[in-house]
């Protein structure tokens, strides 16, 4: 990899553990030998015989966590539970597997429990009029569980592990039991009534008109979407079917057969018919609810073991889990990118796919969690790279690509340009995301097929209308930072942060791939002339002339801090003005929202004081914050919006293992009070598997299995003797860089143990809870 300004870049000295160094060191390690790392710490081999290979016995980790048992007691502590009806959808329980989605809440005004049945494709198809109106998602419909008798209490877990809301409704005639679950594409519930109660179902299809109704009127020319029918077919299956103008279907079929309801959605574009017969293939391959839950649980259960954390506050242990539940209900490699919604889709004046900020925010916690199968956005970009050549301006599409503020499904919205004041820079963040993707897995496919091809027609477009000054630096004319309520004359510092990343990393994967790309001159060129960011006394200014000079919830101006690390914490000269520039982003107060305490609590946790970190995060729960995380851990504005609680979980990650720069920091930034966490499986950039265990707030071990044999650098923070073992309980080949930073020889597909004084016990388990808290819903 090339190196980030101000990044140390060298050819360590290569020692082999084993080999005698001689001195204190070496005399201090009787029986073995030993080198200094650049903390002064001691780095041995156990005894000269490893060396040879000779009387060494392989290691293992024992895993507590293998049995299904331990998984389903340990998760049952995470479950979401309900003892009174919710009344909104920020305070229900929530299903989905990727595209059908369904929360549960009060029927408005009545006495039924309302179903939501919404679907991550389903969409208008007229871009005329916009992502907003023309190609937003559209409403599906609703199932009402209508009982006889008046509700007076409900008794639910959302199980985690089995991805299934249980439970009784019991009302003034008696009791409904009831289970529901979604997989592929079909609602299935199981509903039994006892005493004078009964069980009625009733789908209610809703208007395939924008939600974005409840805060503007259409815009002129709209056309509202034919009315939808309705038939029986032969087998006595129930369907809706929901023509569009702009050319497609909606279809929604269900039947009841004794205690279980079955319920489908397909979508078609521009097919006027194909989403009809996708519905009824999906019943008819569903069967019932008792062969759907099996293919149901299957899939969850193996699901869940790709990792495991474990830390000792409850409700955010508890929280962190129903996050990676809920992404995963959201999100799937292949699907759709996810909307502000998620495939939840409610009342909003956001339905649609947002570029400036909440879809990269989306994704970022499934890389730790070892989830790259939940990818949809680098799928999306894959799948439409004409699309996004055709969002930039005719004349600039022969070399360029770009994506505006929002879109549908496909990335279907026009981007401006800049020296309008436009926001230009959204596809170039967008990518960042999916060379997470590839640096999480080493994926060249991914890299050689999206990220180096759609980022070149990025850059390029930037390249069009960079300048040179007076000054002889490039200058990029008037841009606007997301949101930010004042343009820029030049130079934003959101765009200026990610064209330095976009020709850093085309530099890098144009090596990667062995490519000689004849505009590798010129991406040095702007790398070496781009205008430095504008700063001022009190940090990153939003851009040239144009200070940070009143509340903000995004932290654009911010990216080269966090995520794009190219200012960091390593880089000494850049500690003060970090710390001013994210000091004053807060201290303006006002505007902030979720995502601003979860952004400062990562930022806080790359500098290291884990502490400062969880007291930014835990405002994202306080109660008395204007927008708090919801019952359910869920998220509202105006309307809703997934990826604040997602990026939660990203900054309790970056508390307990970051990968920057090619260096692994294992533990960096652990609140104090947090004195026990377990990580399995955490994976890292380089495609590696790390697994750690803390106790009493000391790194007891760490353990790495690389995926595709990567340089390995890293930062582990223990103290004393270090050992450093392969699987086969050979030394490993160490370097040391410094800074208490090891680097290690490590094949792809091997394992290194790495521990200071006696052998621990080398065991992956669940830490005691020491912080308790209250179960989310409604407990």
């Not at 569903?286 to 409850?314: C, E, G, M, N, T």
């Not at 690509?401 to 990335?411: C, N, P, Q």
């Not at 505007?591 to 609590?601: D, V």
């Not at 979980?649 to 609140?671: E, K, N, T, Y």
Request: aromatic share 10%.
């Amino acid at each position: 990899m090339t190196s980030q300004p101000g990044e140390r870049s060298q050819v360590p000295r290569r020692v082999v553990l084993g080999t005698a160094l001689g001195g204190a060191a070496a005399a201090a390690l009787p029986g073995g030998t030993a080198h200094a790392d650049g903390a002064g710490r001691a780095v041995r081999s156990e005894g000269a015989a490893a060396v040879a290979g000779v009387g060494r016995k392989p290691w293992k980790l024992r895993d507590t966590m293998s049995g299904d048992g331990a998984w389903e007691g340990f998760l049952r502590r995470q479950d979401l539970l309900w003892s009174r009806l919710p009344a909104l959808w920020y305070e229900g329980p929530f299903l989905g597997d990727g595209l059908l989605g369904s929360m549960v809440y009060q029927e408005p005004g009545t006495n039924q429990v309302r179903f939501t049945v919404q679907h991550g494709r389903v969409q208008d198809h007229r871009p005329e009029f916009g992502s907003g109106w023309g190609t937003c998602r559209l409403p599906v419909g609703h199932l009402t569980l209508e009982p006889a008798g008046t509700i007076t209490s409900v008794d639910w877990r959302l199980s985690l592990w089995n991805a299934e809301l249980t439970g009784t409704i019991t009302t003034t005639a008696g009791t409904l039991t009831l289970s529901a679950l979604i997989h592929d594409e079909v609602f299935a519930a199981r509903v039994t009534a006892d005493g004078d109660e009964r069980v009625t179902w009733t789908f209610h299809p809703e208007d395939a008109v924008s939600p974005r109704r409840i805060s503007e009127a259409p815009p002129a020319g709209y056309t509202a979407n034919p009315a939808w029918t309705t038939r029986t077919t032969a087998d006595g299956t129930e369907q809706v079917l929901q023509p569009l103008i702009g050319g497609g279907q909606t279809a929604t079929a269900h039947r009841r057969t004794g205690h279980d309801l079955l319920l489908s959605v397909g979508h078609s574009a521009p097919s006027d018919s194909a989403a009809d017969a996708a519905s009824l293939h999906n019943l008819r391959r569903a069967a019932s609810y008792s062969a759907l839950r099996r293919r149901h649980i299957r899939w969850w259960h193996a699901f869940y073991r790709k990792s495991f954390v474990s830390f000792p506050d409850q409700r955010l242990q508890s929280f962190h889990w129903i996050q990676l539940y809920k992404v995963a209900s959201a999100s799937r490699a292949g699907g759709p990118v996810m909307a502000t919604s998620g495939p939840w889709l409610e009342p909003t004046p956001w339905p649609a796919v947002w570029w400036n900020l909440n879809v990269q925010l989306e994704y970022w916690l499934i890389h730790g969690f070892n989830h790259p199968e939940l990818d949809s956005l680098a799928t999306t970009l894959r799948q439409n790279q004409e699309q996004l050549i055709a969002n930039v301006p005719a004349a600039y599409r022969a070399d360029s690509s770009g994506i505006g503020r929002s879109s549908d499904m496909f990335a279907d919205r026009e981007v401006g340009r800049p020296g309008t004041g436009a926001e230009t820079g959204d596809l170039t963040w967008a990518l960042h995301n999916v060379w997470l993707s590839y640096r999480h897995s080493m994926d060249k496919a991914l890299l050689r097929d999206t990220i180096f091809p759609v980022l070149r027609r990025a850059i390029n477009y930037y390249l069009h209308f960079l300048t040179p000054g007076s000054d002889g630096r490039l200058h990029l004319p008037s841009t606007l930072s997301p949101e930010y309520p004042v343009v820029p004359p030049q130079d934003t510092n959101y765009d200026l942060a990610l064209i330095r990343w976009g020709c850093q990393t085309l530099i890098e994967s144009a090596q990667l791939l062995d490519i000689d790309d004849e505009l590798i001159p010129r991406w040095q060129e702007v790398l070496a002339r781009l205008t430095p960011y504008p700063v001022d006394d009190d940090g990153f200014m939003i851009g040239a002339d144009t200070p940070y000079a009143q509340s903000h919830r995004h932290y654009s101006h911010l990216l080269m801090v966090y995520p794009l690390y190219l200012v960091n914490w390593d880089q000494p000269g850049s500690r003060d003005l970090i710390a001013r520039s994210v000091a004053h982003w807060h201290a303006l107060t006002g505007a902030h929202r979720g995502y601003s305490y979860t952004g400062a609590a990562s930022m806080y946790a790359m500098t290291g004081d884990g502490d400062t970190a969880i007291t930014y995060l835990r405002k994202f729960f306080d109660p008395t914050t204007r927008y708090p995380c919801r019952a359910n851990t869920h998220y509202t504005e105006a309307g809703p919006v997934i990826e604040t609680p997602l990026s939660a979980s990203q900054s309790l990650h970056d508390m307990f293992c970051q990968s920057w720069g090619g260096v692994i920091r294992v533990f960096p930034a652990v609140p104090s009070s947090w004195a026990d966490v377990t990580l399995h499986d955490f994976r890292t950039q380089g495609a590696f598997l790390v697994s750690a265990v803390r106790t009493a707030g000391t790194t007891r071990f760490i353990r790495i299995r690389s995926l595709a044999g990567e340089p390995l650098r890293l930062r582990h923070g223990l103290t004393g003797t270090l050992t450093v073992l392969l699987d086969d309980g050979t030394p490993a080949r160490t370097h040391d860089l410094g800074d208490g930073t090891l680097a290690i020889e490590l094949p792809r597909g091997r394992e290194v143990l790495v521990h200071s004084g006696p052998r621990p016990d080398l065991v992956i388990a669940p830490v005691a809870v020491t912080e308790p808290g209250a179960a989310w819903g409604l407990p």
